[in-house]
Structure formats: C-alpha cells, structure tokens
T-cell receptor, first 117, second 106 residues
C-alpha cells in the first residue's frame, strides 16, 4: 500500500539551531501534504497545509517564519523549525493526500520526535 | 466546543471483549477517518469513510451522515489492539478528536 516516510524519526538539536524534517510519499503523488504537531497526551494539531509549487497555508497561531514549509515536488515536503527553542520540542507528523484515490485518502508518516536542548 | 467529539476518552477491556468507540462531529465533511496511534507515536490510517460501513479483519467502522456520527468496533479484542484511536474528519479543513486511549488486558 501507499507509504509516507518521514525522516528523521528522532532528532535532538541545540537551542537556536534549525532542524529540517522531510516527508516523502513513496509510491504515489501528493500535491497536498499536511503537517501536524502533537504534544504529549494531546490530539494532533494541524499546523499547515503544503501545496506543491506554492506557499503553504498556515493555521491560525502557527508562525510561518518559524516553521518553514517547502513542497518542491509531488513526493517531498519539508518542515524546517528555525531558531528552535525547548518549547518547540514535540512530535511532528506529516500526511499526504493520494491523488489517485479521489483525493480523499490520507496517509500518515511515522512521525518525528524533536527534542530541543 | 470541539468540532469532533470522541467517547470514551479512556477504555480498559479484557481480552476478547467487543469494543466500541464513538465519534460525533458538527461540521460538514467529505470523509471521516479512523486512525490508530501506538505508544511510539506512529499513526496508521484504519478506515476512510464517507458512507455506510467498512470492515477490515476484526475492525468495523460505520458512519451515519444524517446523525453526524461514526463508530469504530473491535471484535475479539487483543492486547495488541492497545493504542490511541483518533477520529478525524475532512471537509474544508481537518478536525481531530482528542482520541480514545484503549488498553486491552490479557
């Protein structure tokens, strides 16, 4: 079946540095990818919708200059957390919409644990 | 008020029991998703529904569009079913339920 791969699965970075998380659709094309954040014992929170070849649409309260999203191809979207702070430590998940399935099937990546020290 | 409400929030069952998790939503949707999240965080999409009923192994998902309600059933539950089950709806945007934490005891 369709697979969405995220990399890295775990990352630790120092405060003030930037970290990039990749989201790839491995066997389907996805013009739309979604980025979520999840705090411990809380539900997923949609951060932004990433459309291939155009600017991402950010949800209210999400800083677009801090969470840079690039969707340069039909199979790859990246989330860059810039000038990371400890409060950015969280679980980040991406999902992708499969065009070939009426555009409604969503596949999730395995997630990326970010710890900022 | 959340656009998607799930119940119960927590559920403990004995192995073999029949389990039902409910999801109600208040927005117009094009599809409803049932997701399973294991302790490591990874999420698996179990079902995507827009009407009726779907079955996969011991899992059954139903949706009533008129009542804006969906249920996820697990028959003959097993400890490996222990996870958080999340209901999500898609329309103009995504809305997520807060999840149901299921623990199945041997």
């Amino acid at each position: 079946g369709a697979v969405v791969s995220q990399h890295p699965s775990w990352v630790i970075c120092k405060s003030g540095t930037s970290v990039k998380i990749e989201c790839r659709s491995l066997d389907f094309q996805a013009t739309t990818m979604f980025w979520y954040r999840q705090f411990p014992k809380q539900s997923l929170m949609l951060m932004a919708t990433s459309n291939e070849g155009s600017k991402a649409t950010y949800e209210q309260g999400v800083e677009k200059d801090k969470f840079l999203i690039n969707h340069a191809s039909l199979t790859l979207s990246t989330l860059t957390v810039t000038s990371a702070h400890p409060e950015d430590s969280s679980f980040y998940i991406c999902s992708a919409r499969d065009l070939g399935d009426s555009g409604n099937t969503i596949y999730f990546g395995e997630g990326s644990w970010l710890t900022v020290v | 008020k959340n656009e998607v409400e799930q119940s119960p929030q927590n559920l403990t069952a004995q192995e073999g029991e029949f389990i039902t998790i409910n999801c109600s939503y208040s927005v117009g949707i094009s599809a409803l998703h049932w997701l399973q999240q294991h302790p490591g965080g990874g999420i698996v999409s179990l079902f995507m529904l827009s009407s009726g009923k779907k079955k996969h192994g011991r899992l059954i998902a139903t949706i009533n569009i008129q009542e804006k309600h969906s249920s996820l059933h697990i028959t003959a539950s097993h400890p490996r079913d222990s996870a958080v089950y999340i209901c999500a709806v898609t329309g103009n945007q995504f809305y997520f339920g807060t999840g149901t934490s299921l623990t199945v005891i041997p």
